[in-house]
């Protein structure tokens, strides 16, 4: 009787992490796929799909798709021309998600951008802010 408590026990905890394990998936899914989307809309010049992705504080800051993407192209270049882009594993902060992305820029150097993300009052994935830093060994 004892065991069968425990064993159902042990079931439901396995069945919970699996459950969480799954929300953490998705996820991760749903952010790096709204950061690989801006990034694409950047690299072809698609202002209405970048600025999308972009929070409403973001929109505030900088009102006009074309203020948005000038801001892009002049402060974040390797963001604005990214080549090639890969995932670290994201972390949960207060508000949201951060993530860093691993970026290759168009002379071939390597990046790291921390982005940050938030869910709107519609419960979508956007982009709050984006911190460009040196990759080791850049000097």
Excluded at 75 to 97: L, N
Excluded at 120 to 131: A, H, L, N, P, V
């Amino acid at each position: 009787m004892v065991m069968t408590i425990i064993s159902r026990l042990a079931f439901v905890i396995l069945l919970f992490g699996l459950s969480l394990s799954a929300a953490h998936a998705d996820t991760t899914s749903e952010i790096q796929s709204v950061i690989a989307d801006q990034l694409d809309a950047f690299g072809k010049d698609d202002d209405t799909r970048a600025y999308d992705h972009a929070s409403d504080m973001i929109k505030q800051l900088f009102p006009s798709k074309s203020i948005f993407m000038e801001m892009v192209r002049t402060g974040y270049p390797p963001v604005y021309r990214a080549k090639s882009w890969s995932f670290a594993e994201p972390t949960k902060t207060e508000t949201g998600i951060s993530q860093i992305v691993k970026l290759t820029d168009e002379q071939g150097r390597a990046w790291n951008a921390l982005y940050t993300l938030e869910r709107d009052s519609k419960g979508e994935w956007k982009i709050t802010g984006c911190r460009i830093l040196k990759s080791e060994g850049m000097v």
